[in-house]
Nanobody, 122 residues
Framework: QVQLVESGGDLVQAGGSLRLSCAAS????????LGWYRQAPGKQRELVAI???????DYLDSVKGRFTISRDNAKATVYLQMNSLKPEDTAVYYC????????????????WGQGTQVTVSS
């Protein structure tokens, strides 16, 4: 059974930092592309960051220079380091995984976590 479990969400003041983690089980982690998505109330889900099996990364323009995605294949975990947080970063953050990078990039990843809430106060 495949599971993706996010953790690390919290309430933080603007300018602060958080590190989200997503621990995977039941998949060949190293062969999967991983993505972090977020969805704020009343808004569409958006791809925040993606890391492929070859560790190529890409970011939403609004988080470039502030967020860093990384992966630890030995721990089957993907991370999202978020610095200089802004109130507009407030959302539920989800991780997604799929062996096909395009599927993760287009929101059609095979596997999804349940999400973790990030709230940034001004």
């Amino acid at each position: 059974q495949v599971q993706l479990v996010e953790s690390g969400g919290d309430l933080v003041q603007a300018g602060g930092s958080l590190r989200l983690s997503c621990a995977a089980s039941g998949i060949i982690f190293s062969a999967n592309t991983l993505g972090w998505y977020r969805q704020a109330p009343g808004k569409q889900r958006e791809l925040v960051a993606i890391i492929t099996s070859s560790r190529s990364t890409d970011y939403l323009d609004s988080v470039k220079g502030r967020f860093t995605i990384s992966r630890d294949n030995a721990k089957a975990t993907v991370y999202l380091q978020m610095n200089s947080l802004k109130p507009e970063d407030t959302a539920v953050y989800y991780c997604a995984a799929d062996p096909i990078a395009t599927a993760v990039r287009t929101g059609r990843g095979r596997y999804w976590g349940q999400g973790t809430q990030v709230t940034v106060s001004s």
